[in-house]
């Protein structure tokens, strides 16, 4: 794997051309998003992507100015009080019980990563996590989802994401075959993390590569 994270905060938004990924399966499938319509959904949760993947590292006194001059110059359509939502959703994340073990010192951010998952995909898929974090005995996958109503349970996740959590688990784990590879969804409405059992997420992989759309 590789970290492909941009030098700049205030850095023009990256354009990303479509590829074979974990993120990609089940791409037909309705999407859950923020109960918004897809179209507005996708991009408020790419604004929330944005916060969390900027303000991790930066003084808990400067996120909020700094989450407004992001949404300002990356998402100028978004009125006020949908800015306002999205960096208090942001915010109460960081500010959660599991946010020093998610963003501490060990973590990595949009984690850029090529994956061999024969089952899925004969050639290497490319992927990007959200947040990784890697420790001597433990590696953890985390992926962001801003769904406004979050699953209950593992078991009622949608089997696209547990798709996806379970191809970059099942790379990772041949990667770092003597640490403990663990994956987790963050859900932001929550906000709330939940851990996915690795049974549930090598069942999810199975189940798509017999049933691949």
Known sequence: WSSDVCSSDL????????????????????????????ELAMTRGSAVHLL???LADRPAAEREALAG???????????????DSIVAEALAVFDAPFAGDVFG????????????????ALDRMLGRIDRLVIGPERVLVVDFKTDARPSASP??????????LGCYRAALAALYPDRAVEAAI???AGPVLMM???EILVRSVANYAKHDP
Do not use: C
């Open 11 to 38: 850095a023009p938004r990256e354009e990303r051309a479509k590829r074979v990924s974990p993120s990609r399966l089940f791409e037909h499938a309705e999407d859950g998003g923020a109960g918004l319509g897809r």
């Open 52 to 54: 969390l993947e900027k």
């Open 69 to 83: 001059r992001l949404l300002a110059r990356d998402f100028p359509e978004f009125p006020a009080v949908t800015a």
């Open 105 to 120: 010192n060990d973590s990595l951010a949009e984690a850029g990563m090529a994956l061999d998952v024969p089952m899925i």
């Open 155 to 164: 078991e009622e996740t949608p089997a696209k994401y547990l798709a996806q």
């Open 186 to 188: 963050i859900w932001t």
């Open 196 to 198: 996915l059992d690795r």
